[in-house]
């Protein structure tokens, strides 16, 4: 295929591209325009290409022309006859926008601005015509942060930082000032921890260092820190280098060598080093936030468990680092989210509650406070924001409270959850981490041109703008995947397409976020070891689950836990568990199944999702899942071969039976329309489940398609169908096939996916992000400012809009 010469950009190649194959381009165009305004993505820009181009000979020429490449790194276009104006999308995170004449196909560079400018044409000329229709540019804000260059590093910040870093602290003694003046700034309580005034400048604590250095190769290794303190002190050095002597000489020789000439190495392993981090804030507002009994209920999925799981992490990681920082100190977890007086038989009516496998870590809980007093409701993810800012403060309270004084570090999840972090971060001046575990504007095809449409029912105005506003509020992003951030070869990350946006009628985005800022970061996520490890592992099996899951999966009764039956017991199981969103597809997935004949005689299908009744679902969206599971299993006769079980809350159970259907010689099935990461991907192979996941959006870089497990494309049942009966007759033919596929998958997990690797790379995120924001200091509170400006005038009007629940009198508890 022909290839843009390095050079050139775009706008330069498409007049000699188009004079390659000019007769076929004024047909393709004059069809584009022939439907007069409208919006063409690439899939319609191809149809309407081959409809023109009808020889395949010619066409298969055209598609290898330097035309054909650009026309397939096109994301969409905007048709306003007599133009045709394109989005061009050559790589990750890049993008170029041209404007082409259908007339005479004179080729235009023009603004992400102008693009945008032309969508709004499509359905507010006026507002787009208006010179002074509000435009947000958070890009002119970041005139000292370098950013990245090259599509592949994106995700890598913290490498990056440690570069920088390297390069300011470079030149001279005087230019490490800043570093001496951030170590003399770190206290726990008051108390003073590394230096203190007595050696305040870079050439004084560096002789000191000599000295010490010295001091500490006469003593054995494993001194303790205590012994030689006082001599330390009156050197001018406070605890927090090290627990032993080896230990303090290693952390002084990494800042030593810093000194000398510094590295991006040295300054990694320095600051990991460095004790900045004793106090955790994480906020994930919305409920149901609990330890059991949430699961699967709308809005309440993997969020939590990454959360929980997130704190236990995290507890262990800072207690083995203040061990060997030589401390005496016991770090502290707050995980805040919103108090639900209606709790349903859960504890999200419970103020404080200890994090179970932690000695240090707590819920706190916080109302939701209204003029009528505390909403006792459940709300929807989408209806949360008129409660957030008073949350806030109410929050910020009790923390500073039972802190008993400020956070070192604050982390935010979701949409809200982010919100209030940023708020109370800006507020306080502390460390600000995000994470959105998905961010919905992906989900919805033009969910930003479309958001008059979709406001009434989703809040798509405050969603992105909250968005928008905590991406640049933080100091970092944690994001599980690289296609969060930046997507695909072919598809954009969702990150990425808060780059340029526009809200019609509201504001113009022309600079949302910039992918190569390098604040991103990929910490993915783990599971539990405790609770999801392999069948194989028969001694630390849940057998006592045993009857209940027998019960669960095989019993011939329909009841209010499960219905269906498998007529046939010793066919391997095609297992899925999710909630029954629409995008997470299982009736997808069921569909499939109901379709294709050598599925159904070589597996039965079990789904765990939900429950049967759509009367009883408060959720849009999960009442039409479950009309339509109901259609599909009657249409397709199933009665027989399905078992569908109503939404499972018990980890432990959980566990056993991923477990209990790889003992089926099973396999787990993820079919999402899109997943952002999918934790019950890595659950299923941490089981050693053989897993196929959907090929759109983070399963497809968990999994090694092939290799780890098997991709699945949602969008195309009958192949993914094929794929899964491929693997099972394969078993079928060679048992073998199974082990290796589990074994693979196993191997894939203990590489990349395990929360001791994500603590590590993200509590070193807290130290070296935190001396990062001190040095950029101007432009950060330049940001804020405008941040705050665009929060009071913007955020706080839409969300007056955004209809509030009434304060009804509590109900009783249900029983369970
Ligand atoms: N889950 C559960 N019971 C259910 C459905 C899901 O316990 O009925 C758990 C599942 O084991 C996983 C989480 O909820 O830990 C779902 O996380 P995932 O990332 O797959 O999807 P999300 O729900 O966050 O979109
Ligand atoms: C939200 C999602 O939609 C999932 O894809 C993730 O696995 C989960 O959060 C945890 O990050």
Redesign the pocket.
């Known amino acids: 295929m022909a290839a843009l010469k390095r050079s050139e950009s775009m706008a330069d190649s498409m007049p000699d591209a188009l004079r390659e194959s000019r007769y076929h381009m004024k047909k393709c165009f004059a069809k584009y325009i022939e439907q007069g305004k409208r919006l063409m993505k690439l899939r319609h820009l191809m149809s309407e290409m081959e409809k023109v181009i009808d020889d395949k000979t010619e066409r298969e020429q055209f598609l290898n022309s330097l035309l054909g490449y650009i026309l397939c790194t096109t994301q969409e276009a905007v048709v306003i006859p007599p133009y045709v104006a394109f989005a061009i999308r050559p790589n990750p995170g890049f993008w170029e926008f041209i404007k082409v004449s259908s007339t005479d196909l004179s080729v235009e560079g023009i603004t992400a601005t102008d693009y945008l400018k032309y969508k709004e044409m499509l359905v507010d000329e006026d507002w787009a015509k208006d010179e002074n229709a509000l435009e947000v540019d958070f890009g002119a804000m970041d005139f000292s942060t370098p950013s990245l260059t090259v599509s592949s590093s994106i995700g890598n910040g913290i490498n990056f930082v440690s570069k920088f870093l390297s390069s300011k602290l470079h030149g001279g003694l005087q230019k490490a000032q800043p570093l001496v003046d951030y170590l003399l700034s770190l206290n726990y309580h008051e108390e003073k921890l590394m230096i203190n005034e007595t050696i305040n400048t870079a050439a004084k604590l560096q002789s000191a260092l000599i000295v010490a250095e010295a001091a500490l190769l006469t003593l054995p290794k494993d001194t303790p820190y205590q012994d030689f303190e006082q001599r330390f002190r009156q050197w001018g050095f406070e605890k927090g280098w090290g627990d032993t002597a080896e230990r303090v000489r290693e952390t002084m020789r990494s800042l030593s060598e810093i000194f000398q000439a510094p590295d991006p190495l040295n300054m990694e392993k320095f600051f990991g080093r460095v004790p900045t981090v004793f106090k955790v804030v994480l906020f994930s507002v919305h409920g149901y936030f609990g330890q059991s009994d949430v699961l699967g209920l709308p809005d309440t ?3 939590v468990v ?1 959360v929980l799981d997130q704190v236990v992490a995290f507890e262990e990681e800072l207690l083995v680092r203040i061990k060997q920082q030589g401390l005496n100190v016991k770090p502290q977890i707050l995980v805040v989210t919103r108090l639900i007086p209606d709790a349903k038989g859960t504890k999200c009516n419970q103020a404080l509650e200890p994090v179970a496998n932690t000695k240090h870590s707590n819920i706190l809980r916080v109302p939701f406070r209204t003029e009528n007093g505390d909403l006792p409701q459940w709300v929807s993810r989408f209806d949360i924001y008129p409660y957030l800012e008073r949350f806030t403060q109410d929050a910020t309270d009790k923390i500073l409270e039972i802190m008993e004084g400020k956070p070192d570090l604050i982390i935010g999840n979701y949409t809200d959850g982010n919100l209030v972090a940023s708020l109370m971060a800006s507020k306080l001046g502390i460390t600000l981490g995000t994470i959105a ?2 961010l919905e504007k992906t989900k919805y095809e033009d969910s930003d041109l479309k958001w008059k449409e979709l406001d009434p029912k989703y809040h798509f105005s405050c969603q992105f703008t909250a968005d928008t506003i905590a991406m640049n509020s933080s100091d970092f992003i944690i994001t ?1 995947t690289y296609q969060e951030i930046a997507g695909s070869k072919d598809r954009p990350g969702q990150y990425e397409s808060h780059a340029a946006f526009t809200l019609p009628g509201l504001c113009r985005v022309v600079s949302g976020i910039n992918v190569f800022d390098p604040k991103f970061n990929i910490a993915a ?1 783990g599971a539990d070891q405790s609770v999801y490890f392999p069948c194989t592992d028969r001694q630390k099996r849940f057998t006592k689950f045993h009857p209940s899951i027998e019960e669960l999966l095989f019993s011939k009764v329909d009841n209010i836990e499960h219905i269906g039956y498998l007529e046939d017991r010793k066919k391997p199981i095609l297992f899925s568990m999710a909630r029954l969103d629409i995008v997470k597809n299982i009736s997808g997935l069921t569909e499939w199944y109901g379709k294709n004949k050598r599925l159904r005689s070589l597996v039965n299908l079990v789904v765990v999702a939900g429950f049967f009744d759509p009367t009883k679902s408060k959720d849009r969206e999960e009442a039409a899942e479950i009309k339509k599971m109901h259609m599909l299993i009657e249409k397709y006769q199933l009665k027989g071969q399905i078992r569908w079980i109503a939404a499972q809350t018990d980890r432990q159970r959980n566990g056993e039976l991923y477990r209990c259907i790889a003992d089926t010689k099973g396999a787990f099935a993820q079919p999402a329309l899109y ?5 019950t991907v890595i659950e299923a192979m941490n089981c050693g489940l053989p897993t196929f996941a959907t090929n759109q959006g ?1 399963p497809a870089e968990i999994i090694v398609d092939g290799v780890s497990g098997f991709h699945i494309d949602p969008n195309n049942g009958d192949e993914s169908g094929n794929k899964i009966a491929d693997f099972f007759q394969k078993c079928k033919d060679d048992p073998e096939h199974w082990n290796k596929i589990s074994k693979l998958g196993l191997n894939r997990i203990y590489e990349c996916y395990t929360w001791k690797i994500y603590a590590n790379k993200v509590l070193n995120m807290g130290c070296v992000y935190s001396f990062w924001r001190q040095l950029n200091k101007d432009q950060k509170h330049a940001k804020q400012r405008y941040i705050q400006m665009f929060y009071n005038l913007q955020f706080r009007n839409l969300v007056k809009n955004v209809p509030t629940s009434r304060v009804e009198p509590q109900q009783q508890p249900k029983e369970k």
Do not use: C, R, V
């Open positions: 999925g993997g969020q990454y575990h998905a599980s996520p997943e952002a990461f999918g934790l983070g």
